[in-house]
């Protein structure tokens, strides 16, 4: 099947705009993350949907951050009042977790580039 | 929380020859997994490899090994016969218990023809 789907791929935006990014998963996993890489740099999580469990949003940077997974699928990354420093490729990885301790690989989609001028 | 270190920024290796990429984490769980990802100019994070932390074997995967040392905390990743389509940039990333990954900074390996 299809893996990891991210759109858009490229996205610039002026700065104060609104932003959505989408991610859709492998069908039937069931856990999704976030993750944010700047040029240059590792990855840092911001955030995790594991089937019908409340989303662990620790590491999304500020309340401008948000993020949803309608139906345990589709995700939607929504950046409110962009910034610049938010200039970034955003990655999306979907798992499949068949039970604890599974050792299910992340799979990564291609990312969204966010520019913000 | 725990964290992973790569501490290798830049590496380069001739074509044809092997290279040792770095990695230690610090966790005081018992059973977790491990795994090196390749990111390539194309920024697809690729899975080279995992490892099972109650599995003594090192996992390889063709030309892919990894050196596991569950004592010292170590995760190496082993390339043989490095090929041009090998440079990239590869992180190491330790899966918890509970479902989290945490990544390394990442060693942008070069390959000279």
């Known amino acids: 099947g299809a893996g990891v789907s991210q759109s858009p791929s490229n996205k610039v935006t002026e700065k104060g705009k609104d932003v959505e990014l989408r991610c859709d998963p492998i069908?039937?996993?069931?856990?999704l993350y976030w993750y944010r890489q700047s040029l240059g740099q590792g990855l840092e999580f911001l955030i995790y949907?594991?089937?019908?469990?409340?989303?662990?949003k620790s590491g999304l940077p500020s309340d401008r951050f948000s993020a949803e997974r309608t139906g345990g699928s589709v995700s939607t990354l929504t950046i409110q009042r962009t910034q610049q420093e938010d200039s970034a490729v955003y990655l999306c990885?979907?798992?499949?977790?068949?039970?604890?301790?599974?050792?299910?690989?992340?799979?990564f989609g291609n990312g969204t580039r966010l520019t913000v001028t | 929380a725990q964290t992973v270190t790569q501490s290798q920024p830049e590496m380069s290796v001739q074509e044809a020859e092997t290279v040792t990429l770095s990695c230690t984490y610090d966790?005081?769980?018992?059973?977790?997994?491990l795994f090196w990802y390749k990111q390539p100019p194309s920024r697809q994070m690729i899975l080279v490899i995992r490892?099972?932390?109650?599995?003594?074997q090192n996992a390889t995967e063709n030309r892919f090994s990894v050196n596991f040392q569950k004592a010292a905390k170590s995760f190496s990743l082993k390339i043989s016969d490095s090929q041009l389509g090998d440079a990239a940039m590869y992180f190491c990333?330790?899966?918890?218990?509970?479902?989290?990954?945490?990544f390394g900074t990442g060693t942008s390996l070069t390959v000279i023809p």
């Open positions: 990885a979907s798992s499949l977790f068949a039970h604890a301790g599974a050792g299910s690989p992340l799979h």
């Open positions: 069908s039937g996993h069931t856990a």
């Open positions: 949907f594991q089937g019908n469990s409340a989303p662990d």
């Open positions: 966790t005081s769980e018992s059973d977790y997994y």
């Open positions: 490892q099972e932390a109650y599995k003594q």
């Open positions: 990333a330790y899966r918890s218990t509970g479902n989290q990954f945490y």
